[in-house]
Each structure stands twice: as C-alpha cells, then as structure tokens.
C-alpha cells in the first residue's frame, strides 16, 4: 500500500480499523463511508483532534446499492490537490462475505473504478473469511452466550419499528449452520410454534418451524477470491494469512 493515498474506508463504522494503521501507512487523507452519516460525524470528531494535520470528509453511503464517489467528494479532493493521488479502498474485516458472490463481484469492480480515478499505485486492501471446518464455524455464528442469538431476534424488533408489526422474538429461534454447497453460513429464524404476526394492512401465519432466512455469511478459499479479484479488474493480488489459515488478507492493485 503506497503512503500518501487517499484512504477510502468501505463500511467505516467507529473508524477504529484505519486509524489504528494511520502512524505506518502515513495516508494523505481519510474518507470514512458509511451508511450512518450522523455516526461518522461523532466517529471523526476525536480523530481530527488526534491527527489535525490529515484531512478527513465522511460520506454517508449505502454502498451495496452502488459504490462511487459523490461530487462533492470529488471537489473536495481537488481542493486537497489529491484528485492525482494514489487510493486505496479499504474493506477490513470480512464484511464482503455478506455479499453472494455476483454481488461481490459488482462491488468489486465498483472498487476498482474508484481505484482507477486516482494515481498510480492504488489498490483495494480487503479482510476475507475463509473456508474452514463446520466445527469451527458453526459455534461462531451460534455462541454459547447466546449473542448472535440476541442480534439475530433483534432483526424481528427492526421489523417491528419499521412496519408497525407485533413480531414477539421470543417466540423464535435462532438458527444458524454452514451450507458446505454455497460455502456459506446461514442465518434463520424459526417460529416455535403456530403463530400469525400482523402489521398496519395485513398479517402473515407462519407454521411451527417454519424460517425466515435472515443472513448469510459466505467463506472463500484464497485461490478463488484471487479469481474474483481478477475477474473484477485487479491485477494479480499479493494475499497473507494468519497461522490458521482461517482469515485473509489481499491487496489488488488497480
């Protein structure tokens, strides 16, 4: 990753990831993106503070709908003088596995677009989830504490919010396993027993057992997230793993 690129953050949240990295990669400026513009706004404020000297502009972005960057962004890299400098797109974690693979594959050329609009040397630098043994990642997705539980039923007290439905989460379980044929974990809830859940104009009956399939988390060898990456318009990628082999890391360059 050059130094003095222009961090492009993808789904920054309390932008803790990047910043722990600003004092070795020495970026030139640092655009945060998330779905949250008022979140970014509080996660920047301490930032600036620590690093005065870097320049920093949040933009409020749901970017699984699409990934560009707004004109003000724009103009505001030309008022830095950076519309030249290399970027890199920063995706840690391992948030694109939520992502089904074509899907992932838009957004990844989407990545490579805003790549290609800076100078030479940008690249995406992004956190992947591979592929391990169900005994490994099923307990994950359904914790003895029961935490995954907890967020997966407050999914149905979203619903409710947003809808005006009487979803009861406790009358659901959680259900999570690994789809070894999609390589993926997937994410349910499962009505205990008979019972109709209704809303302002209508009402659904749903049958004891019967799912709502919430979310799914899909896990990727190293040999075919490269391909993808190619596929999307990078170059060959450089890839580092932990001693596991349970998690990757990839930079593509642009």
């Not at 502009?57 to 003088?81: K, N």
């Not at 994950?140 to 504490?145: F, G």
Request: charged share 20%; aromatic share 10%; proline share 7%.
């Amino acid at each position: 990753v050059p130094a003095g690129a222009v961090w492009i953050d993808l789904g920054a949240g309390s932008c803790a990831k990047a910043a722990s990295l600003f004092g070795a990669m020495r970026p030139a400026a640092y655009v945060p993106v998330d779905i949250s513009a008022a979140y970014l706004t509080q996660a920047l404020a301490p930032l600036r503070r620590e690093h005065p000297g870097l320049p920093m502009l949040g933009i409020g972005l749901d970017f699984s709908g699409g990934l560009a960057l707004p004109a003000d962004a724009v103009c505001w890299l030309a008022a830095q003088r950076l519309q030249a400098a290399p970027r890199c797109v920063f995706y840690p974690g391992s948030s694109i596995g939520n992502f089904a693979p074509e899907e992932a594959l838009r957004l990844l050329r989407e990545s490579h677009a805003v790549c290609r609009e800076g100078g030479a040397g940008s690249g995406l630098l992004i956190g992947v989830d591979r592929v391990k043994a169900r005994e490994v990642l099923e307990p994950a997705y359904d914790d003895a504490l029961g935490v995954t539980a907890a967020f997966n039923r407050n999914l149905l007290l979203h619903v409710n919010r947003q809808l005006g439905s009487d979803f009861d989460p406790a009358a659901w379980d959680h259900v999570a396993f690994y789809n070894r044929i999609e390589s993926r974990i997937e994410m349910h809830l499962s009505a205990r027993s008979p019972q109709t859940v209704s809303w302002p104009g209508g009402s659904r009956r749903f049958a004891a057992g019967e799912r709502i399939h919430t979310e799914h988390s899909y896990k990727w060898e190293p040999a075919a997230f490269a391909d993808l990456l190619q596929r999307a318009g990078f170059a060959t990628p450089l890839h580092w793993t932990d001693a596991r082999g349970w998690f990757s890391v990839f930079w593509a360059p642009a």
